[in-house]
């Protein structure tokens, strides 16, 4: 095996208990797991997605470049002439030469008129709202792999999988599953699938109608994601049917794009809202658990049992200028990535069915590396635009050092070259809401970013409270953030998802105020002062 591919590996001995069977009854067993891990992709780093976002950069700054020289030259000019000759000299001018006085002036309003009229208009996030299910939907680790097994669906061996899965999960005993898998019967049906969708879709967006007052009238772009369950009628079709929406409503309904479509979303929602003024959009995220439950004995398939629950977001975001003393955040910056060109990622996660003809969702053994590959390409457009100019320098000079004094290839050059500088993307925000996926994801996120267990604890205690909440999870991650009161004025949050496809987005948001601990209305209301808990 080459050196490149054992570097990706890990093991652990994980302890099995004692054999309740066969010839080793009655002692204890042993297995050697072995991982894939993430990639180090801060050690290989691609010149040209580096470029990209140096090429945002200067799109968004051409006129922070400008500005201050054009201010330094009249600056220099003016600053050589006393107040009284300053006077005398415009004075002078004016009533020589009026119609050029004239001219000039008319030409710097129609300047700034439409620097303002074509600049892009800002985007509010007003508020948000996460669903939280009711008690009676809640379950334990164990209790999941009891009603596993109380539904006849699968062999012991299956249920063992999934406990083994679950016990290092990162997942707690508070996340919550629909009625439908609890039963014998067949999840996966139209009608189970349109009742889990209500339940959440209305609960969020009737919290958030309460909590923005915003009339459901007065909404003009509707964006709705779920990626496996999309009925006919559509899921946003339902939404604008049970409130009785206006009939101009821009809507779209997201599917089968996986746990990033949240923030696909939210940019779809941007470029509605740059194309209408003065509108609001709503961005809806969720998945149908249920629905997507798989029944057959592939452990491929088996995993997204184990780490998906209930959930559903709802964003309110606006484009009105009135909003701006109101909002909590306003968008900053977004950057896809989408590597479905390369056909190991495009199968990394993928649907299918199994040889008995059951239909889930199958994880592939590629799919860490695959994911470091698409979270590196990401968070490298990323940098230039959010990173400070010190730690942009560095890296880049670092970069440009390999790229051209680092290429030969013997062994010894190899083995000598220094390493990359690693930029600190602590010094570019202050809070970070990763996708809560599963415990080794984040786990290997943390060690290549170098984070610490603050910058991560978001994202750990959602897993630990909520599950997988697929595309929603940045939400609740934000929800605990504002629940602890961390969020001030200023600050930059940074969300991060990833999904089938594969797929890797950011979106940074910038706090207008301090956000204070909610009274109502939070999903983490309940629960916030026993967080954070420990974690093995």
Not at 118 to 142: G, M, Q, W
Request: glycine fraction near 6%.
């Amino acid at each position: 095996m080459a050196r490149s591919e054992q570097d990706l590996l890990s093991t652990e001995i994980v302890n099995r208990g004692i054999e309740s069977s066969g010839p080793n009854a009655g002692s204890l067993t042993f297995s050697v797991r072995v991982r894939r891990r993430l990639p180090d992709f801060l050690q290989s780093v691609n010149l040209k997605y580096v470029k990209l976002g140096y090429h945002y950069l200067i799109n968004h700054g051409i006129y922070l470049a400008t500005i201050p020289v054009l201010v330094l030259v009249f600056s220099a000019e003016v600053g050589s002439l006393s107040r009284e000759e300053l006077w005398k000299k415009l004075w002078e001018d004016a009533c020589h030469d009026l119609a050029s006085v004239l001219s000039f002036f008319a030409v710097f309003v129609f300047t700034v008129s439409v620097y303002f009229m074509s600049r892009p208009r800002s985007i509010y996030l007003i508020d948000f709202a996460c669903y939280r299910p009711n008690d009676d939907l809640k379950v334990t680790k164990d209790q999941f792999i009891e009603l596993a097994r109380a539904s006849g669906k699968f062999d012991e061996g299956s249920l063992e999988f999934k406990k083994r899965i679950l016990k290092s999960s990162g997942i707690g005993d508070e996340t919550y599953v629909p009625k439908s898998i609890m039963s014998n019967e067949n999840s996966a049906t139209m009608k189970e699938g349109r009742l889990e969708a209500s339940t959440v879709m209305f609960g969020a967006l009737d919290e958030l109608f309460e909590k923005t007052r915003v009339r459901p009238k007065d909404v003009g772009v509707l964006v709705v994601n779920c990626s496996i369950f999309n009925p006919t009628p559509s899921l946003s079709a339902m939404i604008i049917n049970h409130y009785k929406m206006r009939g101009n409503i821009l809507s779209y309904n997201l599917g089968g794009m996986g746990c990033s479509a949240g923030i696909i979303a939210v940019d779809l929602a941007r470029d509605m809202l740059q194309a209408n003024r003065n509108n609001y959009a709503v961005v809806v995220s969720t998945e149908m658990v249920g629905y997507n439950w798989y029944p057959g004995k592939d452990r491929s398939m088996l995993v997204p049992n184990c780490f998906f629950r209930m959930g559903c977001s709802a964003v309110l975001l606006s484009n009105r200028r009135r909003d701006y003393r109101r909002a909590k955040y306003r968008l900053e910056h977004l950057v896809r990535t989408h590597k479905g060109a390369d056909d190991r990622s495009f199968r990394s996660i993928y649907q299918e069915e199994d040889e008995q003809g059951f239909k889930g969702i199958k994880v592939s053994k590629d799919l860490m590396e695959v994911g470091g590959d698409a979270l590196k390409t990401n968070i490298t457009t990323l940098g230039p635009l959010v990173l400070p100019f010190s730690e942009q320098l560095l890296f880049f000079a670092t970069l440009i050092w390999r790229h051209f004094f680092g290429e030969n290839k013997s062994k010894a050059s190899l083995s000598s070259s220094p390493k990359p500088y690693i930029p600190d993307y602590k010094l570019a925000f202050e809070h970070f809401c990763v996708h809560a996926a599963s415990k080794t994801v984040l786990d290997e996120l943390q060690k290549n970013l170098e984070f610490g267990d603050k910058n991560m604890e978001a994202s750990r205690m959602t897993l630990h409270r909520f599950g997988n909440t697929s595309s929603s999870s940045i939400w609740y991650e934000l929800a605990y953030l504002e629940a602890k009161e961390r969020v001030k004025r200023g600050d930059r949050i940074w969300q991060i998802a990833f999904g089938s496809g594969f797929k890797c987005n950011s979106v940074v948001w910038r706090s207008m105020r301090r956000v204070r601990k909610p009274s109502r209305n939070n999903p983490w209301l309940d629960c916030i002062d026993r967080y954070p808990v420990a974690l093995n």
